[in-house]
């Protein structure tokens, strides 16, 4: 580099001055040559080119290179590492600690040379500021800190010099300057963030503006489309004039061809034009009543510009509940409905209501609107097809006081609720209605021109939109039976339809895309159909409670149920993808590729997301405020996870529970203390209704026992000291003491006159007992603490509940009006929820199926298959002999459709125990071979006994079917330890009023609600027509004998489980039958106050005999007769030879066949195998009382 280049750094080349890099000249002209090498590096390059850059760089680097081999240098730079290499090595200074002790070692001149930014902007863009530190004398200012502390550090060695003091009031000035300055950039930078915020509210102001000009631009965009409907619909119509005059024209005759037709079509004067124009009958849709789809040329964008979550509008729509709501679009069309019985049509844009439906005469339960077009559904049990483009609707009319300027989302009503439609504007919108279905509409949906409906009459019908017609009926309880769900081979059967906290409809969803149907049912079960074929295809058994709504895509259906949950199933294999559970029941549903959103609970929305795994509320929530609410909780089930199942708490810790035992308590003790006092009052009264004040026939004494009983166990509860063991003991046996007194006044009348009085108090002091043990098991679990009585403890506990509850139903029959039978029902609930298997020997899958013995059929009856009601009402009235009246017959096909032989089998013993609590509910059974027998008695047992003597007495090695060799023995077989079992029959009992569950299991046949003839022989055996049949079962295991009797009843015997043989003798034989006398039972068994025969009853005085009437029942035995039975009594020859000639007919019922039984038609039956029946006992209107009129 030459010499010239060297002098400009300012670099001599001497070595004369050793200091002349560390003096003060030296670094100042160093300081120069930096300044100037960053300037060149640092500035633009616009004024010098690449090589002049470079030039400038090099000659920078090689003038510092070559002070740094300088000996001087090198001496120092050594004596400083020697003497402090640890802080070297170890030295992590941050760029401001650098900057900062360079500037405190630098003078004021070099300082002054450091080059600054000449950017007098701010860093928020837009917004000029002049910050004083910006301006020469400002970066002078700014350096002086340092400057200070280093004019600071070097007084103590300077102290009380004139110079010392002129910095110290030099440097006081600077620092107040610097501190005026803070506080005007200070102040200069709380008014940009002022402005800042002035103009973001300014942008949310424009935003709103343009929102709302958005949402104007829609509504005006939606007028301009209903116009542009209203002129396509106008060219349509007179399109089809123009087509209909042109075919006119062609087919009228000219005047050439009418003078060559002459008269002689005179006859046909009504044109088939004119036929046409005729009104059609009300229902069917009119020619010109077609379905027309409209769809939108363009879609809302508004919903866009909110942010997710939030609330757009609410909306005073109804004064009632609402009960069904769709929409089309955003900010389109919407429809509600609701409980005040009215349909309103909104326009979301506007948030107004356009028009009111009518039409239905009951409440919309159900609809669906796509495109212009809307279908509904009513309880009136009718559909509805309505096209909503011709409605008269102006978004802009003034009879809602509306300025044109006015913003369309920000109408609001001022009066807070429903605004009332133009009248009239929707009254062209009515298509047609279709009319089919018996029951209300729970479920509709529908895609092009097909419509599926479901009903509360448990059916499925699919309609023709073009004709407006049913095409197909699909019966579900029939598909109940044939659904191919599997229940699995283990002995404990998997409960599906446990009934919901509140009521559901049977056909609750349904979903339809081209031939495929989805249905969700109130049993829990999802069954897929084939419109094709009108049959399930597959069913999917999952949820345990109503299913509400269901939706499915091409892979996957989501379905939400009443049992809090909601399930994706993959419909390629129809197994559980997915399942998430709510803590409420899922009422509403839908779904996407993202999200799940569902209404489940009140007030709040919840949307859960699949990706992310979160979920969160939409509306009002939950507050804390609100009392008895918890906060919303969304919890993935994973199906294979196994994890240990949470211990539940026992429905007596449950509050509820509690507070109904003290209501049902207080209130008797209430009864009880106002009769006794009022007593004569009352007794005055000639009330109409004796069982309003049924307790007021009591003796004072006996009320003022109850009053006594009830407060004592008011105590137990209320006493803040534990009840001592023999206290409770005490009071338990005092109630018991007053039940058993209360049971044997039972015996001084006849059951149908016991005083009502009677059975009530019985049934009172029955729930008195049940609320002490409830009190008494409290009061211990809390002497003893939380974990003093263990959940599991309570086996015996909830034996003895159930059992005191059952008492009181089958001995006094839930006798109260107050509260009786509602009571019971209600504590059986909160018992039945806490269902838990009781323990006991493990029982089959299913009873068995050998068959000890079966009598041959040698003279069968008549068999035919799915008789319908109208031939059988036809069959009851032709009879083939008019003086034998209508035989018997087996009638198949009947019970396809009872749950009992399918989905919820009776041929399960675990299903049998999941309907009974556990088998712990009571059943009365008659223990004997049959009720004639010696040493017959009757029982209250707990139903799992039953069925463990059941499947112990059916034990018996199998023969082979239809084997007409007798068994060994017909008596009562004896175990190997001695103990004689004997056989167990439930006969004859009303099990379905004590057990509703049952009910729900069967359906009444249609038959039954036929018109039968009266008594073939005697119209005075004939009884007061019954309302309803009468029900009763009969289950026990094989070998079973209900003995020749006839009834007083046409009966409909239905056989559910194992198989049965059937005898029937026709009345004109009763007297060969030789029927009993009235016969004396001194066994009172288990003292069952109830009749156990058909028939009446006698009780002698203070019930110690009683004589029961069994006229009904012939004398002869027939398995005694012939052969199958030992004959413990003698005949006579003559007798036995007249019955042995005595025409019959018999049959062997299995399961799924039902036989009727003609009124006074004497019957013998016989349980082949472990048998569970049903009967249905009806009649006619034949009955005349003494005065003439009906007694019933």
Known sequence: MAASDNDQYGFHDDAGDDQSVLSTRGIEAF????????????????????????????????????????????????????????????????????????????????????????????????????FPDLTEEGRKHRRRVSRGRKLLEDTEHTPGTPQALHNLKKDKASMMHELEMLGVRKNMASSEIRDIDNKIANLHGMRRIILDRLANL???????????????????????????????????PTKTEEDLAGDQDEAGFMSQ??????????????????????????????HEHFEAGTAIREIRAHQDTITALDFDAPFGTMVTS??????????????????????????VRTLQIDDNFLATGGMDATIRLWDLSKAHYDPHGSQYGRDEDEDGIAFENPDDGPVEPPEGSMRDCHLYTLQSHVDEITALHFRNDTLVSGSADKTLRQWDLEKGRCVQTLDVMWAAAQASASLGSESSWRQTNRAPAQSA?????????????????????????????????????????????????????????????????????????????????????????????SAAGEDVVKVYDKVEGRQWDCGAGISEAEEGKTPAIVERVTPQASTPPRKKMSVLDELAFIEE???????????????????????????????????????????????????????????????????????????????????RRFYDFVYADLPYCWRQLYTDLSLLKFSCLVFLRGRERAAGGAEGVEVDGDEKLLDELVSVLDRALILAGGAGVARGRKTISKLLAYLDDDYTPAPGPRLPATFPTSRPFTPPVKRPIRVIDGMSMPAFQSYLDNPSSADLGPEPLVLTSLLTGWPALSTRPWGSPGYLLSRTHAGRRLVPVE??????????????????????????????????????????????????????????????????????????????????????????????ADKPELELPLVNAWFGPAGTITPLHTDGYHNLLCQVVGAKYVRLYAPHDSEALCPRGVDGDDDDGDGLAQEGTEGGEEHEEKGAKRKVDMSNTSAFDVGAVEGWDPDPEGRDAIELEEFRGLRYWDCVLEAGDVLYIPIGWWHYVRSLSVSFSVSFWWNGDHYDGPDGRSSA
């Open 31 to 130: 300081g120069r040559k930096v300044t100037t090498t960053a300037s060149h590096l640092m500035g633009p390059l616009s004024d010098q080119g690449n090589n002049n850059h470079h030039h400038h760089y090099h000659g920078a680097l090689a003038e510092v290179h070559k002070q740094l081999r300088r000996p001087t240098i090198q001496r120092s730079m050594f004596s400083m590492a020697k003497t402090t290499p640890t802080d070297m090595v170890r030295s992590k200074l941050s760029t401001t600690e650098i900057q900062h002790r360079a500037l405190t070692y630098l003078s004021d001149e070099l300082l002054a040379n450091i080059p600054e930014s000449d950017n007098s902007y701010s860093l928020f863009q837009g917004f000029k500021a002049s």
């Open 218 to 252: 829609e509504q005006d965009e939606t007028l301009l489309e209903h116009d542009l409907m209203d002129v396509e619909t106008r060219l349509e119509e007179a399109q089809d004039l123009v087509d209909e005059a042109e075919s006119i024209a062609i087919n009228t």
């Open 273 to 302: 034009s004119v036929y046409e124009k005729l009104p059609t009958a009300a229902g069917t849709p009119a020619s010109k009543a077609k379905k027309r789809v409209v769809r939108r040329k363009s879609m809302p964008i508004l």
């Open 338 to 363: 609701a409980m005040d019985d009215s349909i309103r049509v909104w326009d979301l844009n506007a948030g107004r209501c356009i028009g009111l439906l009518d039409g239905h005469t009951a409440s």
């Open 505 to 597: 409809d049977f056909i609750g969803a349904l979903q339809v895309f081209e031939t495929a149907l989805a249905c969700g049912t109130a049993d829990g079960m999802v069954r897929l159909w084939d419109l094709r074929s009108g049959q399930v295809h597959r069913s999917l058994v999952g949820h345990t409670g109503p299913v509400t709504c269901l939706q499915f895509d091409d892979v996957h259906l989501v379905t939400g149920s009443m049992d809090r949950s909601i399930r994706i199933w993959d419909l390629r294999t129809g197994s559980i993808y997915d399942a998430y559970a709510y803590d409420n029941a899922i009422t509403s549903m839908m779904f996407d590729e993202r999200r799940i959103v």
């Open 661 to 743: 035992c003290i209501r049902t308590t207080a209130a008797i003790h209430t009864d009880a203390h106002h009769l006794n006092v009022h007593s004569g009052s009352l007794l005055q009264q000639q009330s109409a209704d004796d069982e309003k004040y049924s307790l007021k026939a009591l003796d004072p004494g006996v009320l003022k026992s109850l009053e006594d009983l009830a407060l004592d166990v008011l105590t137990v509860h209320a006493s803040d000291d534990a009840p001592s063991s023999q206290d409770g003991i005490r009071l338990l046996r005092r109630l018991d003491e007053d039940i058993e007194r209360t049971y």
């Open 927 to 1020: 223990v004997g071979r049959s009720y004639v027998d010696e040493g017959w008695t009757q029982e209250l047992i707990p139903f799992r006994e039953l069925l463990s003597r059941v499947i112990a007495s059916s034990s018996a090695p199998p023969t082979q079917a239809g084997s007409q060799e007798p068994p060994p023995s017909s008596k009562d077989e004896t175990e190997e330890d001695g103990r004689e079992t004997r056989t167990t029959y439930l006969a004859q009992h009303e099990l379905f009023s004590q057990l509703p569950h049952l009910q729900n299991d069967i359906l009444t046949p249609d038959h039954c609600f036929t018109s039968p003839p009266p008594h073939p022989l005697d119209p005075s």
